[in-house]
Structure formats: C-alpha cells, structure tokens
C-alpha cells in the first residue's frame, strides 16, 4: 500500500525559512516524478480557484522544476536512503500560505513540464499525502 505523509509545516513571519518532508511508504520510489502542490488557503484561495498548484517538480533523473513564484527561494530534493521528499522554503511569503501536498507518480512528465511549466501538473499526479499547512504572516 502507498502512503505519503507530510510534515514540517507550520507558521512563520515573512522571510523566514521552512522545511517540509514527505516520507514515502510501499513499492513506490524508483522511477516516480515527485513534487509538491499548494493549495492556497484565505485570501489567497479565491484568488487562484481554490486549485492544488505545483510548485515543485523533481524527476527520476534528479532534474528539478519550479513554478517561478517560487525559484531561487524553494529547493526540492530527496533522500532516497530514507525514501524522503523534501521541499526547503526560503525567503518566504504571505502569498506562500497554503496546504502543501506532495505527490508522486511513475509516468515521465519531461515533456508536459517544458511545454507548461510545474502549476498546472495535479491532474497527472496519482498518489497525494494528506497535506501540511504553512502559514507566513506579513
């Protein structure tokens, strides 16, 4: 059975840094896309729809992706040893509020990443963790 499980959210001031995990449990590691998703919450979720937005994308191969409200701030990783997504969050922002999920999924998204960017990837995305909230405050 394939279980994702977030955590590391939390509150922070503007400009403060976080970290979230996501440990990966079940045959599911080798070979996924990972990545993690926001879903705006109070003011900020009308504004986007109340849509799960990628944020960042880390492929098979290692090669990573960013939406670019997030690059040069937010970094994506894994652990493969201890089967861990990580996403580390600098410099962060109100309009960064939201509940981060991640996800995975075995298909290669290479080319729908070049052709669209990582925000609009939740539809191609098979497994979720429940989610974790982060709230940065002005």
């Known amino acids: 059975q394939v279980q994702l499980v977030e955590s590391g959210g939390g509150s922070v001031q503007a400009g403060g840094s976080l970290t979230l995990s996501c440990k990966v449990t079940?045959?599911?590691?080798?070979?996924?896309?990972m990545g993690w998703f926001r879903q705006a919450t109070g003011e900020e979720r009308e504004a986007t729809g109340n849509e799960r937005e990628g944020v960042a994308v880390i492929g098979s191969d290692s090669k990573t992706y960013y939406d670019d409200s997030v690059k040069g701030r937010f970094t994506i990783s894994v652990d493969s040893a201890k089967k861990t997504l990580s996403l580390q969050m600098n410099k962060l922002r109100p309009e960064d509020t939201g509940m981060y999920y991640c996800?995975?999924?075995?298909?290669?998204?290479?080319?729908?990443?070049?052709?669209?960017?990582?925000?609009?990837?939740?539809?191609?995305?098979?497994?979720w963790g429940q989610g974790t909230q982060v709230t940065v405050s002005s």
């Open positions: 079940g045959n599911i590691w080798s070979g996924y896309y």
């Open positions: 996800a995975a999924d075995p298909r290669d998204f290479t080319a729908v990443i070049h052709h669209q960017g990582v925000k609009k990837l939740r539809g191609f995305f098979g497994h």
